[in-house]
């Protein structure tokens, strides 16, 4: 049974990420939530602030104690917010980049330094925009689009220096999630365009086993 983390549970992707690994039933899952959360046998929740450093650290610490090892980690915690270059202060980018990259670099940065002693294979999945690596879909939200794109580059950054010791970076990049959330935002939009959490949670599963190869994949 692989071991995985998942950061941010309790968001709207979080919720369909957690109820499709619970459903497939062989993985023992440590989750991050603001929300109390009951589950199975193989299900546990931690509630820390991810945008600390040490409390970050010392929930691997008591992960790996407790069960040796990690084998992924999914980072689905992480915000949105709107406005163009103008309308996005200095203090909106940096809210951005702290809860869109700090909360994964303070989660990824002990278990590579771990991964570096095991040498095991370890599998990171990040969750970008599909529209934050485009100029023109990233104007209405620039904060946004620019921590995105720092996260993209953030798992290059891995992929360059890690893979050596067994440490891969995946990132998704879907477009609009198709959530009960967004949907009420967007009463008008054409879902059918929109992509699937289902198809998130599968595209995850390949990676975790080993079927998707792919670094950088487009949903």
Known sequence: MKNILITGASGNLGKSILAAFEKAGDY????????????????????VDLMDEVSSASLVEEIIDEQEHIDAVIFLTGGYMAGDIIQNRTADIQKMIAVNVATAHNIATPLIELNRRQQKKLDFIFIGAKSAMNASSAITNVAYALSKKMLYHYAELINESENRYGTAAYIILPGTLNT???????????????????????CI???IEAVQTETVIEL
Not at 34 to 44: A, F, I, N, Q
Not at 188 to 201: G, L, N, Q, R, Y
Request: proline share 4%; charged share 30%; glycine share 2%.
């Open 180 to 202: 009960q959330f967004n949907r009420d935002t967007m009463p008008d939009a054409d879902f059918t365009k929109w992509t699937s959490p289902d198809d998130i949670a599968l």
């Open 205 to 207: 599963k390949e990676i």
């Open 28 to 47: 023992h899952i440590n989750i991050t939530s603001r929300d109390e959360v009951h589950g199975s046998t193989y299900l546990k929740a931690f509630y």
